[in-house]
């Protein structure tokens, strides 16, 4: 079964094209299953039945995961399964059956906007990185762009001439998104001032590095933040997806309207950007991108 969930990665990774933390929280889902399954002798594939795998989520359950980790889980003994089936690796797929508990969307904590501004102020600096820092904290506080996208921004996704920023997503995800005044500042200051000295290859097209030159990774520009979060007194344990939720809260408070919000989120589907409208909307409004 191991052998199979590679090959489900693989086919993940080169016709799906997911994101690697998508590939990753398959197999993670994936061994999990196949750990359990392995107690109770069953290693083939072909011989997981419906009761094993209600079994698996009975165990989650007892075990007091959450809803939101068993749906997860769900979700991804669904998608090996249907591709087990579609390439004939199974006669039957024994998750059909497999329903995920009803999980309570919540409101996303958010920083005010005065925690916003007072954690992009902790990167005042004459240094490389300080200037690099600025760049990359003032993008996502004002775009709301996804960390994974931030960090493969290329130079050229700057128009600095049309205040906007492109990020590329898969085909139809792909957007362009309006940028303040302040941030395209921030950016010109990084490019002129400091990336040409920060970069390992000059034919490197990458918008931001790490200090050996190259790609930063997830785990690199959270430590970053989490540094600027101390720094500002801001005691909550913030991730960068939190100023993603702070930048849609933000739009909401401002009147926006939700489909504005989803095209600037670069949310695949409305229900995603919902969770940040308050329970009663009234005379919204199309998202002001006058620069400030």
């Given at each position: 079964m191991r052998k199979m969930i590679e090959s489900f990665s693989g086919y993940l990774h080169n016709e799906k094209h997911t994101s690697r933390n998508t590939e990753l929280s398959y197999e993670r889902d994936l061994k999990k299953l196949c750990d359990y399954l392995e107690t109770k002798n069953t290693t083939n594939v072909t011989a997981v039945t419906e009761k094993d795998l209600m079994g698996y989520v009975d165990h989650l359950t007892k075990?007091?995961?959450?809803?939101?980790?068993?749906?997860?889980?769900?979700?991804?003994?669904?998608?090996?399964?249907?591709?087990?089936?579609?390439?004939?690796?199974?006669?039957?797929?024994?998750?059909?059956?497999?329903?995920?508990?009803?999980?309570?969307?919540?409101?996303?904590?958010?920083?005010?906007?005065?925690?916003?501004?007072?954690?992009?102020?902790?990167?005042?600096?004459?240094?490389?990185?300080?200037?690099?820092?600025?760049?990359?904290?003032?993008?996502?506080?004002?775009?709301?762009?996804?960390?994974?996208?931030?960090?493969?921004?290329?130079?050229?996704?700057?128009?600095f001439g049309k205040s906007t920023i492109h990020i590329s997503g898969s085909g139809k995800h792909d957007r362009s998104v309006p940028v303040r005044k302040k941030t395209m500042h921030a950016l010109n200051i990084y490019i002129e001032?400091?990336?040409?000295?920060?970069?390992?290859?000059?034919?490197?097209?990458?918008?931001?590095?790490?200090?050996?030159?190259?790609?930063?990774?997830?785990?690199?520009?959270?430590?970053?933040?989490?540094?600027?979060?101390?720094?500002?007194?801001?005691?909550?344990?913030?991730?960068?997806?939190?100023?993603?939720?702070?930048?849609?809260?933000?739009?909401?408070?401002?009147?926006a309207d939700l489909n504005d919000i989803k095209d600037r989120m670069g949310h695949a589907d409305i229900s995603s950007t919902q969770i940040y409208a308050p329970s009663k909307t009234k005379d919204k409004k199309s998202v002001n991108t006058k620069k400030r």
């Amino acid at each position: 079964m191991r052998k199979m969930i590679e090959s489900f990665s693989g086919y993940l990774h080169n016709e799906k094209h997911t994101s690697r933390n998508t590939e990753l929280s398959y197999e993670r889902d994936l061994k999990k299953l196949c750990d359990y399954l392995e107690t109770k002798n069953t290693t083939n594939v072909t011989a997981v039945t419906e009761k094993d795998l209600m079994g698996y989520v009975d165990h989650l359950t007892k075990l007091g995961r959450k809803p939101a980790t068993v749906s997860r889980s769900i979700a991804s003994c669904k998608a090996f399964f249907q591709y087990l089936l579609e390439n004939g690796k199974i006669k039957s797929d024994p998750s059909v059956s497999l329903k995920a508990p009803k999980v309570e969307k919540k409101a996303p904590v958010v920083l005010t906007r005065d925690e916003m501004d007072n954690l992009v102020k902790q990167t005042v600096g004459d240094t490389d990185k300080e200037k690099r820092d600025r760049a990359m904290l003032e993008v996502l506080c004002g775009t709301g762009m996804r960390v994974s996208e931030l960090l493969t921004l290329k130079v050229n996704d700057v128009d600095f001439g049309k205040s906007t920023i492109h990020i590329s997503g898969s085909g139809k995800h792909d957007r362009s998104v309006p940028v303040r005044k302040k941030t395209m500042h921030a950016l010109n200051i990084y490019i002129e001032e400091a990336r040409e000295s920060m970069i390992s290859d000059e034919k490197s097209d990458l918008l931001f590095v790490n200090f050996s030159g190259d790609a930063m990774s997830r785990q690199g520009f959270w430590k970053i933040l989490k540094f600027y979060a101390k720094k500002a007194g801001i005691n909550m344990d913030i991730t960068p997806h939190t100023l993603r939720h702070s930048f849609a809260a933000r739009l909401v408070e401002t009147g926006a309207d939700l489909n504005d919000i989803k095209d600037r989120m670069g949310h695949a589907d409305i229900s995603s950007t919902q969770i940040y409208a308050p329970s009663k909307t009234k005379d919204k409004k199309s998202v002001n991108t006058k620069k400030r």
